[in-house]
């Protein structure tokens, strides 16, 4: 078996998620090779040589490949394949847009969000939003699957590089173009490995309402999130969107303020060690998961708590 990787960076930083996604490929061989593709990226391969579990960097540096666009990548993954059995990216928005485009050039099934691996070609993943756990034999020669990395703990640093392999080849598709990108920056953790979500809903009501949880997840040193009817209705970004459409938490502690717990929510953030839930409705299905609960207005509550938290 020989696994491979398609590392997600920016701004010359491997994304974090690529810990996970190696833990992952850990699971199915111990030969993982991993691929940087991008632009003026030596850096970021340079950096991963250093991975714990990955035997080989694959540098594929060409400006086609500046966007990380899914058509081109793709295209430079199939043709790499074989010698491949798995092709592995993290489940988030850069996986799920090359993995399908991927299955189609290789003609295999992808297998997507994939939260345990029993064997080479015996994988664990959610369907109906997570309310049943599937699990699934592929019989396709080459395995193209995303791994939910909240699943898989990262992987650590050695002090010792694997090889660097450079490939030279372009594919430069121009079926799409990036016309512009917007980084949300916070000082804040990442919502992704934070170990504390402070996440609000629709009864938060105001991006100035928003405020109190900010201000209580810094408290915490915490990360907030939100549902999807607090981000359609603009109180806060896409990006802190949690849930079957969103983003997927498993922090150790959750706290759910104002929101009502729809299955396309809990799908993202059931995981959680420990949830906590707000809300002033004794009957709201968010109970039903939570470990926690207060019935109780949160604009009496939140600054209470806040109060109490020196
Ligand atoms: C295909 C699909 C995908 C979806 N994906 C997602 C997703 O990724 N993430 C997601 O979150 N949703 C998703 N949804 C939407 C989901 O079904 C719900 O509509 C949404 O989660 C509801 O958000 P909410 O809990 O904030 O709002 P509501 O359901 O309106 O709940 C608000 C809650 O706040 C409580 N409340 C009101 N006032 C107060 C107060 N002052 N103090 C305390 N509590 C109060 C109410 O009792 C109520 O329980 C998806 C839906 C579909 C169909």
Redesign the pocket.
Known sequence: MKVLIIAQHSEGVLDATTLNVVRAALAISEDISLLVAGCECREVAEDARYLEGVTNVILADHPCYESLSAENLSSLVAEMVPPYSHILAPANTFGKNVMPRLGALLDVQPLTDVLHIEGTDVFLRPIY?GNLIARIQSNDNVKAMTVRTSAFPPVTRRTEACTLEVVDKAFDLQLSRRTKIEIGRSDRPDLGTARVVVS??????SSENFKLLYSLADKLNGSVG??????DAGFVPYDL???????VVAPELYI??????????I??MKDSKVVVA????AD???FDIADYGLV??????LPELEAQLC
């Open positions: 939003a609000g809903g629709r009864a938060v009501g939100a549902s999807r009817a607090a981000v969107q949690i849930g079957q459409s969103g983003r759910a303020v104002g929101i009502s717990g729809a299955i396309q929510h799908a993202g707000i809300n002033k409705d709201a299905p968010i109780a207005d949160l604009f009496d509550v």
